[in-house]
């Protein structure tokens, strides 16, 4: 009852339209207060909240993403989708895919994923002849896979939060990210059909290699960053670094494309973007502990406990709970208010941390996809000018293909999640 309690306060807070961090830290001061706790710990919390080595590649992904994105390159990764899949049916909606899943390897997060490659390809589709809601559609469901295939920043953060190696979250994420890819491509390609809409170019194996040229040093940088991570030559916060470092030269140098003053406002709004999200986390960490030292979790642990269930069945349920939770709560909000609640019944049930950590991201995926929060479809109805409802029904098979991926995860784990980490011994 009191967890209840706690969690309706919380969400009729964000109701309400405080912020995030706000609610979570009035939550958690009301409760300690409350329990006679000195209010002294709060601010401990909220600097050990914070004070992870993991942690610090979230601004530096950020920025990453931020640079790759305001230098252009992305124009250049959809030159050479177009050459690889433009000849289907709908070849411009499997470009938005194929583009969002090279953009992945580089940006950490779906919404300068969905920035970047809508801004570049929802006015071509339409002027093809796409409809504005399934170009809105398509290009909100290919940003999900910028969380899933790493680098990703809802992952480093996820590790940081539980505990567990971000690298192996990140190799966990490629067979995933691909399953995704290739299913959101044939409901493109079905939907295409059955609308008539056109293929582009055909094949040439010339433009194919000129397309590469051009976007090598592009494509070049998810080598990095994956190459160095799963080859051990450094850690993911290190990878974050070197991301930033790349993403400059290659912008400044080689494409030519930003200056000094476009480097200058990228750094700001990464920055800006950095301290909102390490702020959630700062006071989710509070939030963490005050369920601890309530025991909270207490009340969902003995009921498992009792009911017996098996693994799947739990993450089943969990599952719903999240994508449920994702309608109406933001994605790393979500996470931090839940995941603490179901982890010790994780360790309870012996269920893999790595496991459960792909059902977190990927139910944080589809959660951007449904209103009244999903920020992927706030973003594409703004940039492709259709109403959100709309967007919302052209966007259910692709939704239907996230939910069909999420219960391969959940069923097959040791092929589509922990085979990848395991072969690479992390």
């Not at 784990?413 to 690479?424: D, G, H, N």
Request: glycine letters at 10%.
């Amino acid at each position: 009852m009191e967890l209840l309690l706690v969690l309706c306060f919380l969400v009729g807070l964000i109701g309400l339209g405080l912020p995030i961090a706000f609610a979570l830290v009035a939550v958690s001061i009301g409760v300690l207060a409350l329990a006679g706790v000195d209010l002294l710990i709060v601010a401990q919390r909220l600097y050990r909240g914070v004070q992870s080595f993991p942690l610090l590649a979230v601004p530096l992904y950020i920025l990453a993403g931020q640079i790759m994105g305001r230098g252009g390159i992305s124009g250049h990764l959809v030159d050479f989708a177009k050459t690889l899949v433009g000849q289907l049916r709908g070849g411009l909606a499997a470009v938005n895919v194929v583009t969002s899943m090279f953009f992945a390897g580089m940006s950490g997060t779906s919404m300068s994923d969905t920035a970047a490659v809508g801004g570049i390809l929802i006015r071509p589709m339409i002027k093809r002849g796409y409809s504005r809601a399934f170009t809105g559609a398509v290009t909100a469901a290919s940003s999900t896979i910028g969380i899933i295939i790493p680098p990703s920043v809802p992952m480093v953060i996820l590790g940081a939060f539980i505990g567990i190696s971000t690298g192996a979250l990140f190799a966990a994420g490629l067979l995933a990210g691909l399953l995704l890819g290739l299913g959101l491509i044939c409901v493109a390609w079905l939907i295409s059909r059955r609308e008539g809409y056109p293929a582009e170019a055909p094949f040439s194996p010339g433009r194919l290699f000129a397309a590469f040229i051009r976007a090598l040093p592009a494509l070049t940088m998810p080598v990095i960053i994956l190459g160095g991570i799963l080859g051990g030559i450094f850690t993911p916060t290190e990878a974050s670094a070197v991301a930033v470092v790349y993403g400059i030269g290659v912008s400044l140098f080689y494409y030519r494309s930003v200056t000094m003053r476009d480097l200058y406002q990228t750094f700001v709004e990464a920055a800006v973007l950095s301290g909102a999200v390490m702020l959630v986390t700062a006071t989710a960490h509070v939030l963490g502990y005050t369920f601890t030292y309530q025991s909270l979790a207490d009340a969902l642990l003995e009921p498992l406990a009792a009911a017996e269930m098996s693994p799947t069945a739990f993450l089943l349920a969990v599952s719903l709970v999240f994508i449920v939770a994702g309608t109406f709560l933001d994605g790393i909000a979500m996470m931090f208010i839940i995941v603490p609640l179901f982890f010790p019944a994780v360790q309870l049930l012996g269920i893999d941390p790595i496991h459960f950590g792909m059902v977190v991201v990927i139910c944080w995926g589809i959660g951007q996809q449904t209103p009244p929060v999903g920020a992927a479809l706030f973003i594409t109805s703004v940039l492709a000018k259709s109403d959100v409802i709309a967007i919302t029904r052209a966007n259910l098979p692709f939704i239907a293909v996230m939910l069909i991926v999420l219960l391969l995860v959940i069923l097959f784990p040791e092929t589509l999640v922990l085979s990848v980490p395991r072969a690479l011994g992390l």
